[in-house]
């Protein structure tokens, strides 16, 4: 089967650094997504991996292990806005590669 | 570029009737995806159409379900004899050929009585 797990809240304090766990087991593997959605709003993207290792962009960054099914997604300098769902998903291989599965998302509460 | 644009924003309906959403992907994005998201989870995947040609659906859709993109730009999305558990916010998404990010559209929430 496919599962994708993360913690469901975290709570963050404004300047201060959250690192966000998903583990996933899927059928086959073609790349990892973390996209940020706002209460109300559509996920907008923020980080893809295909490759084992960290991929940085800004305050964020992105880590992936293939071989223990397991990503991060870490957020620098927290700021108020920063507080939304994040979604962790994982595109399988099997049929042709378009299928994405998203997980339930890690809501963020960062707090002054 | 305008993005991702979707038709209506909210539809409220009552149970049986049938309901079509509109979705507008980014104007060269050939790969068009349709999810559903209620509260507290994540998108769930629908279908997924590359050009015209519907490539996926989900085994979870039921046949009350049915979506379209005829000529491979704006895509369409009817449910049939709806049902309370049919309300959920209905997702676009687009993407480019050799592209892997998804860029969301605004969603049509959709409230069955």
């Known amino acids: 089967g496919q599962n994708i797990d993360q913690p469901t809240e975290m709570t963050a304090t404004e300047g201060a650094i959250v690192q966000i766990n998903c583990t996933y087991q899927?059928?086959?593997?073609?790349?990892l997504f973390w996209y940020q959605q706002h209460a109300g709003e559509a996920p907008t993207f923020l980080s893809y991996n295909v490759l084992d290792g960290l991929e940085e962009k800004g305050r964020f960054s992105s880590f992936l292990s293939r071989s223990k099914g397991y990503s991060y997604l870490l957020l620098k300098e927290l700021q108020m806005k920063d507080s939304a769902s994040y979604l962790c998903?994982?595109?399988?291989?099997?049929?042709?590669?378009?299928?994405?599965?998203f997980g339930a998302g890690t809501r963020l509460f960062v707090k002054a | 570029d305008t993005g991702v644009s979707q038709d209506p924003r909210h539809k409220i309906t009552k149970r049986g009737q049938n309901v079509t959403f509109r979705c507008d992907p980014i104007?060269?994005?050939?790969?068009l995806y349709w999810y559903r998201q209620t509260l507290g989870q994540g998108p769930e995947f629908l279908t997924y159409?590359?050009?015209?040609?519907?490539?996926?659906k989900s085994r979870l859709l039921s046949d009350r379900f049915s979506a379209e993109r005829p000529k491979g730009s704006f895509s369409t999305l009817e449910i049939q004899r709806t049902e309370q558990g049919d309300s959920a916010m209905y997702l676009c998404?687009?993407?480019?050929?050799?592209?892997?990010?998804?860029?969301f559209g605004p969603g049509t929430r959709l409230t069955v009585l």
């Open positions: 998903a994982v595109r399988g291989s099997d049929t042709g590669g378009f299928k994405t599965i």
């Open positions: 159409f590359q050009n015209e040609a519907q490539l996926e």
């Open positions: 899927t059928s086959g593997f073609n790349g």
């Open positions: 998404a687009s993407s480019s050929k050799g592209s892997d990010t998804q860029y």
């Open positions: 104007s060269e994005h050939n790969r």
